[in-house]
């Protein structure tokens, strides 16, 4: 028989398997527009609490678009078939979670660009570095959901522990969270520039990313 | 296609699921037939490529597989004993999805895909999801999702368990007919399973393996062991207990009683032809 070559799973498929989850965060979007700029009235920081809110969400709601992707890798009914495929860690892992956070954050940074073009002068800075830090926020987050997740093989631990981070780096304002502040856009540690923390956003979630790709080659580890 | 298990072991902790395991495998049904926790699921999840045995060779048309096991998962097919993923998608949808898994070309898919559903008789329900199929219905498609790629080795475990009666014949109607010009390792405790359908079998008990050449060889391993009786019901209770008994039949006479024993159990016992069942029997409980 002649080798194959290993491919991507078309986009609609994962689109599919993130089922109401994707609903779910367009929901909390909408819900948090509208709540700012009809109900809040005419207040100079809701701007700024919009800009807040939709950041929060966006970084929680990375573990919602991305973790049901590979779910049938953990779940018992589902995993005995799904890794006795011939899938490897590049392409059902690393590049898929790639284009998967990809399309995310392509979305996230649009929306934060409308709430910041409409916030005229009472809004958060939102340049270059900004993007950066953000996507990177995103990036890390999705990361160590993914690796908490297939290191636990349980889903409410994947959501979990990121979601704690992000509450403890809100919360301190980076006080506990060394290189990680990953609210360090809405909630700024002032002894520590932007730059700083996006880059180690950014590095770090490459390397979660790159464990995460090389956990799901460990059919073994999964399917104990 | 020849599959050649030579040696093969696999502990967990203390236990010993898999004890030197040799095995051969050519085109045709091979059942493979044990008792719950006999080391069945554990051979074929080592066949699978998804646990490492301690020890042991499995050679595939020359090729030892252990060495290159990414390269062996393109030639197999499997259907697990749990089959219940993608369950938010529909059943083409599935199918596409674990033949792009497999590495086939988009073309060679929807060929494929058509030409399968039809063979299981799923045609009509291709854009079902898959969490809205029926058991038997969901077991078609884990047997369609295995043909995909057109493996020359599909395994199959415990592919009846949990069906109906005329799901299970029409299930293992399916595996005959997709025997063709391939090997199928077909795992079960049913042994009704193994007789109507396969062309060899093997037996696993406590994760040792024996290989038949046929159903003759297994059924005179009871040659002599098994006796045919007539009792009351009186009678029946004595021996109960005393005689391991294989089956009751009750007929105008009484109660027509086949018991399993080294010996004669009575002057009224006669010797009968053993049956695959009997022979099982006494395999498992040597």
């Known amino acids: 028989m002649d080798k194959r070559i290993n491919k991507m799973i078309p986009l609609s498929f994962d689109l599919k398997t993130v089922g109401y989850g994707g609903y779910f965060i367009l929901l909390a979007f909408a819900a948090t527009i509208i709540f700012h700029l009809m109900l809040m009235g005419g207040s100079a920081t809701k701007y700024i609490s919009l800009q807040t809110t939709v950041f929060i969400i966006s970084v929680v709601g990375v573990l919602v678009w991305i973790l049901p992707a590979y779910v049938e890798v953990v779940k018992p009914e589902s995993k005995e078939l799904i890794l006795s495929l011939p899938i490897d860690g590049l392409t059902f892992g690393f590049l898929r979670m790639v284009r998967l956070f990809a399309l995310y954050t392509v979305f996230v ?28 926020a995103v990036f890390f987050i999705s990361g160590l959901g993914m690796t908490v997740f297939l290191i636990s093989k349980n889903l409410v631990i994947g959501y979990g522990i990121p979601i704690l981070w992000v509450s403890i780096s809100f919360f301190y304002r980076g006080g506990a969270s060394w290189l990680w502040h990953t609210c360090h856009w809405i909630n700024p540690n ?31 580890y999964l399917m104990g | 296609m020849r599959l050649e298990i030579e040696g093969l072991s696999k502990s967990y902790k203390d236990k010993k699921a898999l004890d030197s395991v040799n095995l051969f495998v050519s085109n045709g049904i091979y059942g ?6 006999a080391g069945k699921t554990t051979l074929m999840r080592i066949l699978a490529g998804l646990i490492t045995p301690d020890e042991g060779r499995v050679v595939f048309d020359g090729e030892d597989v252990l060495k290159n096991i990414d390269n062996f998962r393109y ?78 080795f599909i395994m199959v475990d415990e592919p009846t368990a949990g069906l109906d009666p005329e799901e299970r014949i029409r299930f293992r109607g399916f595996i005959r007919k997709f025997a063709t010009n391939r090997a199928i390792l077909l795992s079960t405790h049913i042994i009704e399973d193994i007789k109507n359908n396969c062309d060899g079998l093997a037996l696993i008990n406590n994760g040792k393996i024996k290989q038949f050449n046929n159903f003759e060889e297994l059924e005179n391993m009871a040659k002599g062991k098994v006796w045919k009786m007539v009792v009351d019901s009186d009678d029946f209770h004595k021996i109960d207990g005393k005689y391991k008994i294989l089956s009751t039949n009750t007929n105008a006479n009484g109660l027509e009683i086949r018991i399993y024993s080294e010996v004669k159990p009575s002057e009224d016992a006669v010797a009968v032809e053993p049956t695959v069942e009997e022979g099982y029997l006494t395999w498992i409980n040597a």
């Open chain 1, 109 to 136: 940074l649009t929306l934060l660009f409308v709430v910041y073009v409409i916030g005229n002068e009472n809004r958060l800075e939102y340049g270059i570095v900004e993007v950066f830090l953000i996507s990177g």
């Open chain 2, 75 to 152: 030639k197999i097919g499997y259907l697990p004993q749990e089959f219940g993923c993608y369950r938010s998608i529909s059943v083409k949808e599935c199918l596409d999805t674990i033949g792009v898994l497999k590495g086939i070309d988009a073309s060679e898919r929807k060929k494929q895909i058509e030409k399968i559903l039809c063979e299981v008789n799923l045609s009509d329900e291709y854009k079902k999801k898959v969490g809205a199929l029926s058991g038997g219905m969901r077991r078609r498609l884990g047997i369609a999702q295995a043909m995909l790629g057109n493996p020359s």
């Open chain 2, 32 to 37: 493979l037939l044990g008792p719950n926790g």
């Open chain 1, 190 to 220: 002032p002894f520590e520039s932007s730059l700083k923390y996006a880059v180690s956003h950014w590095i770090t979630g490459m390397v979660l990313y790159i464990i995460s790709a090389f956990i799901i080659k460990q059919r073994e």
